[in-house]
Each structure stands twice: as structure tokens, then as C-alpha cells.
């Protein structure tokens, strides 16, 4: 927005999302994603949504549009225009917690709707129009202190940001986190910047991301990012559920489609180089680094009362020296703190989701340390049975079996997705068995998952003929870390470990099926 330039049109237009303040979005008539309700009618019965091919098309691009702009700069928020037929127009207002939008005008027979708008946003301040405040341009000495400093380099796009440090105050990472290589002016030290929205509610009971560093970090919990700093960005929070109840705003929500608050909020933490999970060099590394995430878990949970509740491949990261750490505890529970009726929404990755997790209502369902646990088993197990080449030729059709096991979904009559049917079958040893593995893993790979697997297959047993004390003893063994850590330290005191089995992945990318891989709060 400001000056209009000519254009050869055969050319694709070379678009700098790093400038843009505003975007004008313009599709025919048909691709009008939105539809207004008749006058006197009921808006809370009213569908705004219009649902056809050409309205999604359109409408997923402007949202790519408008997650371009955000991401691309450093924005609070961002204001668009939807142009159909040549003469309609309607005004967006973009933030994270999502988009408000106003009723279609002709903008040809009234322009003066249009034209306030553009004077009245010409005339706006920086923070008016959406724009981050809180970061700024470094000074000579700042750029020149980092470029000696090998953390950046000459010509490196450089911004300076604050970071107000909450975390020894009184006292969860909402959508669009980011993170950045940083210096600290102070200490000249390269720290890892991580920039999110965290879900700003009350009734949700989920504790500041920057606060349970600090807990964790005095906790002495191991395997974990060493914390800087952290807190709150200002006063910068989404607004968009401020007008979700408002009489003019169409369609009616239950609780599990109420449009909720987000808070902007960095953290400052240890610089963590390293690799994801699925490049593991060899099959004892993997275990390695799994059951350091587990001894994180366990100490988190013993020493602090925290709940991690989102074991994940994203989560777990192999260090140098080929050592875990386990990363981003913005999804955490304190035990001190957690509601007892559950949540809306899961929490997690379905991927590695225990079974009681998936199986039962979110808000029915309490988070456990054993529900933790059990994503350590799956963690594990999904990536010695996706990256472990010798698995593929040993097991018939093994792209199915990863679908069946971690990936199945269906919607309930609630609304609600479930799964978890996969693992049972697993567990029950209706789909690959641990004597399926035998011939295809080095042997104390395959005995740390029959090891594992004896213990959650009795947990989930439908047979009759287990009995319940057998059940409870192996339930009871999961109320620490101690038998799954003995097991993991005893397989891999074991020789014949082999060092060259690194991952490899013999399938195409598998995509979970009626579900969403991560399920975060929303």
C-alpha cells in the first residue's frame, strides 16, 4: 500500500512479504468465500462460511496471505481487503487468534466506506496498524559486537528485540511460534530466541512457558534447554474473541468452537545444536536419546510436578555428542494446578498420543505421568519401525501398519476425534508382534520393545483370562520412570549394538488419516 506501479503481466510478480502493510486479495464473484445473511434474519442460525470448491480455494489463500505477512514480518496483527466482482469489498482484520470480517459493500456505488478506511489506516501508528513495537533496529556497535562475535554476519537481516524477564514473578504457547539465533547485548552470549502466542485464559490453568523453565532449571531437571530469560511482550494480545459474541457476528459456537485469547511472549534459552529424531546415526543412539527425554520426564515430574503432556518427534532432539534433550514445554501441566475435569481439546501429537488419550473424551479425560510414558514407547517405536529399512522387507505392506497403528482417526457423534484402536491391536499383537522384529533388529533393540511391550500390552489387555492384579502390578510400574529406565539401561549394557544402522526412510511420507498430527490447544 502507498505506490502503484506498472507491471508486464506475462511475468509472476516478485511479491516482498517483509514491506507489505496491507494486501488487497481480488477473485471473481463464485470465489467469494464468505456469504452475508438476509436482512431480519437470525445470525446465530446463519453459515458465513460458504462451502464449495472455489470459496475454499479462495479462502485458503488468503489465508496464506495473511500467515505470509505474519510470519514474514513482526506483527501483532494485519488488515486486508477481499475484492469480488469488481465492485465488493470486504475488510479483514487478522491476528492469531483469527480473522474478523465485515459484510460485503459495493465499494463502486459507495465508495466513501473504502476510501475512509485507507485515510483513516494512512493515519495510524506503527502499532495501530499491527506492527511489533517491542522490536527495533540494532545499533553500529550492537551489529558490529555480533558480527565479531561469528553469531551473525555482514549483511544479516538483524532486528533487536526485548525480552521483559517475568519468570521470578507470580505467576499455553498459543499458535505461530518461531524462534531465532540471538545475541544477548549484555553478555554477548548466542542464545535461542523462541517467539509465540500462548492461549490467555484463566479457566484453562495452563502455566507460562518461560515460568516452567525456571521451575524446571531450579529443579535441576536434566536434559532440558538451560532458561535465560522470559516473559510477556507488553500488552500485545489477540481480539479477535472479543467480537465472537457480538450481535452482528454470524453462527452460534459451542464450548469447543469459542474463539480464544492469545498472548505474545519470548523466551531466551540455551543455543541447542542438533539434529531431529528421524536422523538418528544408529539405532543405540536413538534409544540413548529417548531415554534421556525420559529421564527428563521423570525428574520433571518427581522434582518439579510438571507434566510435560507433548512427547513428540518435534519435542526430542539429539544434541551433540548424541545425547536427548526435550524441548518446547509449552503444551506442560503442574500438578499443583491442573483442572480436574479435563480439557476442551487434546493436547499433544496424535501421533504418540497414549491410547487413553485418544480413546476417551478430552474433557473426561485427566493427563497422567504414565500417559507420558506411554508417548515414550510410541516415540520410540514409530521411529524404529519407519526409518529401519530391514523393517519394510520384513514386515508385508509396513506403510499401512504405521497408518493403522499411529495415524487412524475417527469423528464422533460429539464432534470429536478419536483413535488409539491401531495401538490396542498392536498391543494385542493383531498387528506387527515383537516376534515379527526379531529377524529384522539387532537383538537388544528387538528385546527393549518386547520388554516395553509386555508392559503396556498388559496395562491395555481385553483378555479375559489376564487378571486384574496382573493388570495393577504392571499399571504400578508405571507410576515412575524406574522400570521402563532399568529396562532401556540394561538393553543397551548389552553388546551387538550396531553403529552403522543409521535411519532411512523407505516410505513416502504418511499423513494421519481423518485427524490432524499435532493437536494442540486451540
Known amino acids: 500500500l502507498g505506490r502503484v506501479f506498472l507491471m508486464d503481466a506475462s511475468q509472476p510478480p516478485d511479491i516482498n512479504w517483509f514491506n507489505i502493510e496491507l494486501f488487497i486479495h481480488c477473485k471473481p464473484h463464485s470465489s467469494d468465500p464468505f456469504k452475508d445473511p438476509a436482512p431480519h434474519v437470525d445470525r446465530t442460525d446463519h453459515n458465513f462460511v460458504r462451502n464449495n470448491r472455489a470459496a475454499n480455494e479462495s479462502r485458503d489463500q488468503m489465508i496464506l496471505y495473511a500467515s505470509a505477512q505474519l510470519t514474514m514480518q513482526l506483527r501483532q496483527f494485519c488488515f486486508s481487503i477481499s475484492i469480488a466482482k469488481g465492485n465488493e469489498a470486504r475488510l479483514m482484520r487478522w491476528d492469531r487468534g483469527g480473522v474478523i470480517v ?17 485515510w483513516r489506516f494512512s493515519h495510524l501508528e506503527l502499532e495501530q496498524r499491527g506492527i511489533d513495537t517491542s522490536a527495533s533496529s540494532p545499533t553500529a556497535e550492537e551489529v558490529a559486537m555480533a558480527v565479531e562475535g561469528k553469531i551473525f554476519g555482514e549483511g544479516d537481516r538483524l532486528h533487536k528485540i526485548g525480552i521483559k524477564n517475568e519468570a521470578d514473578g507470580n505467576g499455553a504457547c498459543g499458535s505461530s511460534t518461531r524462534g531465532y539465533i540471538a545475541m544477548d547485548v549484555e553478555t554477548g552470549e548466542r542464545v535461542w530466541v523462541k517467539d509465540a502466542w500462548r492461549v490467555d485464559t484463566p479457566e484453562t490453568g495452563a502455566p507460562k512457558e518461560f515460568v516452567i523453565y525456571e521451575k524446571l532449571h531450579n529443579s535441576q531437571v536434566s536434559n532440558i534447554p538451560q532458561f535465560r530469560s522470559g516473559g510477556d511482550v507488553g500488552e500485545q494480545k489477540t481480539r479477535t474473541h472479543e467480537y465472537q459474541d457480538e450481535p452482528w457476528c454470524c453462527g452460534e459456537r459451542d464450548a469447543s468452537d469459542r474463539i480464544v ?26 534409544c540413548v536419546v529417548i531415554l534421556d527425554a525420559l529421564i527428563a520426564l521423570g525428574e520433571a515430574y518427581l522434582r518439579a510436578g510438571i507434566l510435560q503432556c507433548d512427547v513428540s518427534a518435534d519435542n526430542v532432539l539429539i544434541a551433540e555428542g548424541g545425547r536427548g534433550v526435550l524441548v518446547d514445554w509449552d503444551q506442560c501441566q503442574e500438578m499443583s494446578a491442573r483442572n480436574i475435569t479435563g480439557q476442551d481439546v487434546r493436547i499433544g501429537s496424535w501421533r504418540f498420543m497414549s491410547i487413553n488419550t485418544l480413546q476417551n473424551e478430552p474433557v473426561e479425560t485427566i493427563h497422567e505421568h504414565h500417559d507420558d510414558l506411554e508417548s515414550i514407547f510410541w516415540l520410540l517405536l514409530f521411529h524404529v519401525l519407519r526409518y529401519q529399512p530391514n523393517v519394510a522387507k520384513k ?4 506403510e499401512y501398519s504405521l497408518k493403522k497403528i499411529f495415524d487412524y482417526g475417527w469423528k464422533g457423534r460429539d464432534g470429536q476425534n478419536y483413535g488409539g484402536e491401531g495401538k490396542v491391536q498392536y498391543l494385542n499383537g493383531n498387528s506387527i508382534g515383537p516376534e515379527d522384529l526379531e529377524s529384522a533388529l539387532p537383538a537388544p533393540l528387538a528385546g527393549l520393545l518386547s520388554d516395553l511391550w509386555k508392559i503396556f500390552s498388559m496395562v491395555h489387555t481385553r483378555s479375559p483370562y489376564v487378571s486384574e492384579d496382573a493388570k495393577k502390578e504392571d499399571r504400578d510400574s508405571l507410576l515412575s520412570i524406574d522400570a521402563m529406565r532399568n529396562i532401556f539401561q540394561a538393553r543397551l549394557a548389552e553388546g551387538h549394538w550396531p553403529e552403522d544402522d543409521a535411519a532411512v526412510d523407505p516410505c513416502r511420507p504418511t499423513q494421519a488419516d ?3 498430527d499435532r493437536c494442540r490447544k486451540e
Request: aromatic content about 14%; overall charge negative.
Open 102 to 118: 465485515s459484510e460485503c459493500f459495493d465499494f463502486v456505488k459507495n465508495p466513501a466506506l473504502l476510501l475512509e478506511f485507507f
Open 261 to 286: 485469547p492469545y498472548r505474545h511472549y519470548r523466551l531466551a534459552l540455551q543455543v541447542i545444536i542438533g539434529r531431529p529424531l528421524e536422523e538418528y546415526r544408529s539405532t543405540k543412539e536413538l
Open 395 to 398: 514386515v508385508e505392506d509396513l
Open 514 to 516: 481423518g485427524t490432524e
